[in-house]
């Protein structure tokens, strides 16, 4: 019996995934330049021919994962639309944000350092400004909404906070404890705590 349409478009899916994961294990441990596509389609266990009727250069497979990596992160905000109350909101951003990078910390980690590597990649930087310019956004509106006079500012502290705890995370996951860090986020964060701080500082 031939294959239907959505039988060949589950395993090209299949297929360009384990292309993207075997890049990015062998993009962590030899480097971008140290990595070629022959090297990716091994580990793969595919042929470089059928690696390229995917992607066309290594650069081509670095632009997509970084769409994936964006299309995900945005993911972590999906539904929080039908969740009314902006400190539910807040809590559930924490626990996707942690949640998310320890899922996906090889994607992290080379999106990281693709960065500031734009020789490499020379729109990482406008995909980045672009995405947390998004996420800023966001969590200006959730502060607005609690009630702060400066909610950009808050903004901007609470996404220095997550993005610097997942730096250090990604730079020493075996020593960073993560679970309990994502625990005092929740909690400092908390409808009490924010209402405490807030009773203070206004």
């Known amino acids: 019996m031939p294959r239907t349409s959505k039988q060949y478009e589950e395993i090209r899916q299949i297929t360009r995934d384990k292309i993207i994961e075997s890049a990015l294990v062998l993009f962590a441990q030899k480097g971008f330049h140290g990595t070629s596509i022959s090297d990716i389609a091994q580990n793969a266990g595919i042929s470089k021919g059928l690696a390229y009727n995917y992607f066309d250069s290594k650069q081509h497979l670095l632009e997509a994962i970084f769409s994936d990596m964006i299309k995900m992160g945005k993911e972590v905000l999906e ?24 899922r996906e ?4 980690r080379l999106y990281i350092s693709m960065v500031f590597q734009v020789d490499i990649f020379p729109s990482s930087l406008s995909i980045t400004k672009d995405f947390t310019g998004y996420l800023f956004k966001v ?21 220095a906070t997550v993005d610097g705890m997942m730096l250090y995370y990604l730079i020493d996951s075996k020593s960073f404890p993560i679970k309990k860090v994502k625990q005092e986020m929740l909690k400092r964060y908390s409808r009490e705590e924010i209402k405490k701080r807030k009773s203070v500082t206004q």
């Open 79 to 102: 539904g929080m639309e039908d969740i009314s109350d902006p400190y539910e909101q807040l809590q559930l951003t924490i626990k996707r944000s942690f949640d998310f990078v320890e």
């Open 139 to 159: 969590f200006e509106k959730l502060f607005k909404k609690m009630g702060f006079r400066n909610a950009a500012m808050e903004a901007m502290f609470f996404s």
């Open 105 to 108: 910390i090889l994607q992290w």
